[in-house]
């Protein structure tokens, strides 16, 4: 069923805690009636180790994107659609699933929690799991560049994040020329540089497949309605490698 089913079903309560469990509460309260009143440690056993981490990885991304959204001191209609247009295009969630990211959205939007509080929970579920660590910033940084471009304070913010998932800035460097042409995309996709042996072109391309391989990424918390975004990372793997070994004749 997975956590959204258990959510719509009313099984699960406030699995989460601190700032996004604040989130979260007052995002689907009204889901819960009296009759269904079940203590933390009880919704914790209703929920998988991996549904706990989807959930959190939900809330996180839609409650850090709204409070991306409003850095520059208001909100533009430009912004709120290139965040419906993630939710459509990139993550082609579902009615149900779009409701429950718009949910999220507007309710962090005016709570009092900052996007450092989303951040700093965030980094303590998945401190050890760098890939989704890594899929946060790249979710970030696509969507800050959706409507246009990235301004000064929506960077600052990313960078924010960058510091506190203890993230690597010439990484975050390649993610971004992926994004605002700093560098060759191909080489960043795979997180070498055109100076490396053709040998290290190889390493980073075999490692990426390994790590960003959709099932892998899955069995890690990635949320169900976030599949499809790891299944376009790991074709641009697939794509870039093509592209690279070509120009390069490697066999």
Known sequence: MGWMGKLVGGTIGFALGGPLGAIF???FGHAFDAG?????????????????HQLTFFV?????LAKLTQVDGRVTQKEIDSVE??????????????????????????????????????YGRFHNQPQMLELMIDILLRVAVSDGGMTHGEESLILSAVNTFNFSNSRYEQLKSQYVQ?????????????????????????????????DKIAAKGLPE???????????????????????????
């Open 25 to 27: 509460g007052a995002a």
């Open 36 to 52: 269904n009143n079940v203590d933390v440690a009880d919704n914790r056993q209703r929920l998988s180790s991996v549904e706990q």
């Open 60 to 64: 996180a991304a839609f409650s850090m």
């Open 85 to 122: 247009g993630f939710m459509e295009s990139d993550l082609r969630l579902d009615t149900q699933g779009r409701h429950a990211a718009l949910n999220i959205f507007r309710t962090a939007m005016n709570a009092p929690g900052t996007f450092a509080d989303f951040a700093g929970q965030f």
């Open 182 to 214: 700093t560098a060759d995309k191909r080489y960043a996709v795979l997180g070498c540089s055109p100076d490396d042996s053709d040998d290290q072109v190889k390493r980073c391309y075999r490692q990426r497949v390994q790590e960003y391989h959709p």
């Open 225 to 251: 309605e976030f599949t499809r975004f790891a299944q376009d990372k790991f074709r641009e793997i697939q794509e870039a490698w093509e592209q690279i070994k070509t120009a390069r004749e490697i066999k």
